[in-house]
């Protein structure tokens, strides 16, 4: 064999073994925190609606104790502009918001239901930009729109009965809290409020956020991930 073959011979087999190397070793720890960052970016519509939105959720009550807000139903829309109030859509557009789950909810003496919505956006900087432009203070207008539920207890929640709001971020995922009381009572009628009656929602939204946006130990192997 003639040096410059053996020269490129051995190129070879050096690139070879590289290029071996490279496709048997495991994810490195940025591989690793962009295929944990892709698959929670991905939970609104891979995972089961039920796990996003259990059948019950449980919170602190306002006499203290811990009760059950009892899941109503799940709305089969996901487009974002369904979702909320006009003033909110081109917000929303803007910060590229990919879907909104909602679903209603009633407190353990069904006096208050909440309508919860998941907002899903590409990354965390997107989810802050649309939370800006929701109304601080608790205001219910403009926001998440009401999902009514025919022949049940809900079925008299209407965005006028819309009494108080709420918003948590984390990761790429809002999730907002729209409130009102089961009869229906536009919130203009209600006059001074207490403000505890609906301070359970924020349990609500706490417990969906967190659920969603806390990090998985990532599985290369499985079909959800891809590291």
């Given amino acids: 064999m003639g040096l410059g073959a053996l020269i490129c011979a051995v190129v070879a087999g050096i690139a070879g073994g590289a290029a071996g190397a490279e496709l048997t070793r495991g994810p490195n720890a940025a591989e690793v925190q962009q295929a944990s960052n892709e698959e929670m970016a991905r939970r609104w519509r891979s995972w089961p609606a039920g796990k996003v939105f259990p059948p019950l959720l449980p919170y602190v ?3 203290g104790g811990e ?7 799940i709305s089969s ?14 917000a929303l557009k803007a910060a590229r918001c990919r879907a909104v789950l909602r679903a209603t ?5 069904q006096g208050v ?5 998941v907002a899903a956006f590409p990354d965390q900087a997107s989810a802050l930009t649309a939370r ?16 009514a539920f025919p022949r049940t207890v809900a079925d008299r929640f209407t965005a006028a009965a819309r009494q108080t709001s709420s918003v948590a971020q ?9 409130a009102g009381q089961v009869d229906g009572r536009p919130a203009r009628s209600v006059g001074r409020q207490r403000s505890t009656i609906f301070s359970f929602t924020a349990d609500l939204e706490e417990r969906i956020v ?16 891809q590291c």
Avoid: H, M
């Fill in 61 to 63: 009550a306002e006499q």
């Fill in 67 to 73: 009760e059950n807000a009892r899941r109503v139903g």
């Fill in 77 to 90: 829309r996901t487009d974002c502009s369904a979702a909320v109030d006009a003033a909110l859509r081109a």
């Fill in 105 to 109: 909810y009633l407190d353990a003496l």
């Fill in 113 to 117: 239901v909440v309508t919860i919505g």
């Fill in 132 to 147: 800006a432009a929701f109304p601080p203070g608790g205001t219910p207008s403009p926001g998440l729109r009401a999902l």
């Fill in 170 to 178: 984390a990761g790429p995922y809002l999730v907002i809290a729209t």
């Fill in 210 to 225: 967190r659920t969603l946006a806390t990090p998985a130990r990532p599985d290369c192997a499985g079909k959800d991930w």
